[in-house]
């Protein structure tokens, strides 16, 4: 089982449409949580971090499920430019830190 | 945006030659991160570093070496380089361990 697993996509959606992207983790001492966007052929940017609470940043919301080890982002209101790769981040400290990435899910949102 | 540079953005090079990739960070920032991507694998740690001449493997680390002498300026080399380690490589930066991580543009290396 890999540690950080994400729906395998792609997701094609049109303009406007809200879109779910899942992710769990296997490591119950994880700490910290992030979703990054990755664009063709550059570098990974982080999109936001991950609260217990949950947290929202304008059309984008993110939710923590400790219990379930679970993390969600939620896109509403899709635009083209949200075309993308979304990857799932956690980081845990295991006496050295590691961060882990999930292999990403696609996004085409189209007109 | 985080002023992370790496250079070279791309090189070409032979089976058996050395190749050293370099990070440079004006963040001053004490982790820095070595990664390669490929397709089908995400985005894998090969080594890290926290803090000067301070540095710990990622689980992809055969093949390769770091080194950090100063804050700003973080090593990769491929010793003796393989085909197998073709591939997109990114450093990163973070002010504290496992935590947010911001990426320089990236290195294209193609190894013949």
């Known amino acids: 089982r890999k540690e950080v697993e994400q729906d395998p996509g792609p997701f094609n959606v049109p303009e406007g449409a809200t879109v779910a992207f899942n992710c769990t983790y296997s490591?119950?001492?994880?700490?910290?949580f992030f979703w990054y966007r990755q664009d063709c052929r550059k570098e990974p940017k982080l999109l936001m971090s991950?609260?217990?609470s949950g947290n929202e940043d304008g059309r984008f919301t993110a939710q923590l499920n400790r219990a379930s080890q679970y993390i969600s982002l939620l896109i509403r209101d899709s635009k083209l430019s949200d075309s993308a790769t979304y990857l799932c981040?956690?980081?845990?400290?295991?006496?050295?830190?590691?961060?882990?990435f999930g292999a990403g899910t696609r996004l085409f949102v189209k007109a | 945006d985080a002023g992370i540079t790496q250079s070279p953005r791309h090189k070409v090079t032979e089976t058996g030659t050395p190749v050293t990739l370099r990070c440079h960070q004006t963040e001053n920032h004490r982790y820095m991160y070595w990664y390669r991507q490929d397709p089908g694998h995400g985005l894998r740690l090969i080594h890290y570093?926290?803090?000067?001449?301070?540095?710990d493997k990622g689980e992809v680390s055969d093949g390769y070496s770091v080194s950090r002498s100063k804050t700003e300026d973080f090593l990769l080399t491929l010793e003796s380089a393989t085909s197998s380690q073709t591939s997109v490589y990114f450093c990163?930066?973070?002010?504290?361990?496992?935590?947010?991580?911001?990426f320089g543009p990236g290195t294209r290396l193609t190894v013949t």
């Open positions: 991950v609260y217990s």
């Open positions: 490591n119950s001492a994880s700490q910290s």
């Open positions: 990163a930066i973070s002010a504290q361990g496992a935590r947010e991580q911001y």
């Open positions: 570093s926290y803090g000067v001449k301070d540095t």
């Open positions: 981040v956690v980081g845990l400290n295991t006496g050295g830190f590691k961060t882990i």
